[in-house]
């Protein structure tokens, strides 16, 4: 069971304090698997070991504008969350899924490249580049969604971040993910919305969301099936397969 729940618009270092409380209760096996939803205000956030020079603001700049700096336990460099953008944290254990993590990412990937898709934009995963992409391996690779978790006591939290009407404008603040020179691009730009549609909001991003879960939860489906039919090495034995 996948316990989703959408949260709206919330505060970066309250959702951060929830998950923690969340991951604890679920490595005790008090609650199910959980999936937050949710968008936030502007903020950037640096992996573990991110390299802080890929922010471009200054710290008076940023304070100006309002927008903190927070250095998170996830892997992955800067990231920049804020309105129009889907924040997913799943609080998935592992173990009780048969579930590895490389797989886990891949259903991620996947759940993101599959929301886009809903809304009319192909998108995918390119090699050596977590997260979700527009013509990832063509000459013009746009980033969509990026991705970075933390697994704890083998529970996941952290997550990923899809533009779905994001201020791509916003994106100036950083080298995203350590990239430079990447583009970053928005559901919204791609689908050619315009207007009203195209500016960013909550309701866009809760749309959204609904998709992304329905699609996340399949995608963990289909990867604990495709494991349970898995031979093992035992039922290999004495079948000359090698």
Not at 11 to 27: G, I, K, N, S, T
Not at 96 to 108: K, N, S, T, Y
Not at 206 to 223: K, N, R
Request: aromatic share 6%.
């Amino acid at each position: 069971m996948l316990d989703g729940r959408w949260l709206g618009r919330v505060p970066y270092r309250e959702a951060w304090r929830l998950q923690h409380d969340l991951v604890v209760r679920r490595a005790a096996g008090e609650i199910p698997d959980q999936l937050l939803l949710l968008e936030h205000e502007a903020v950037l956030t640096l992996g573990k070991q991110a390299d802080p020079a890929f922010v471009r603001a200054t710290q008076d700049e940023l304070a100006q504008w309002g927008i903190e700096l927070i250095r998170v336990e996830r892997g992955g460099e800067v990231t920049y969350h804020g309105p129009g953008q889907l924040v997913a944290y799943p609080i998935v254990k592992l173990s009780d899924r048969g579930v590895m993590l490389r797989p886990f990412v891949r259903a991620l990937e996947a759940a993101m490249s599959q929301t886009a898709e809903h809304f009319g934009v192909a998108a995918g995963r390119r090699e050596g580049y977590p997260g979700c992409w527009c013509d990832p391996g063509g000459a013009r690779p746009r980033k969509l969604g990026a991705l970075g978790l933390r697994v704890e006591r083998g529970v996941t939290y952290h997550g990923i971040a899809l533009n779905v009407t994001t201020q791509l404008s916003d994106f100036e603040l950083i080298e995203a993910c350590g990239i430079p020179g990447v583009t970053i691009t928005s559901i919204g730009r791609e689908a050619g919305w315009n207007g009203k549609r195209a500016q960013p909001s909550t309701q866009s991003v809760a749309e959204s969301a609904v998709v992304f879960a329905t699609t996340f939860e399949q995608a963990l489906q289909d990867i604990a099936e495709r494991a349970l039919d898995r031979p093992t090495e035992r039922d290999l034995v004495g079948t000359g397969a090698t």
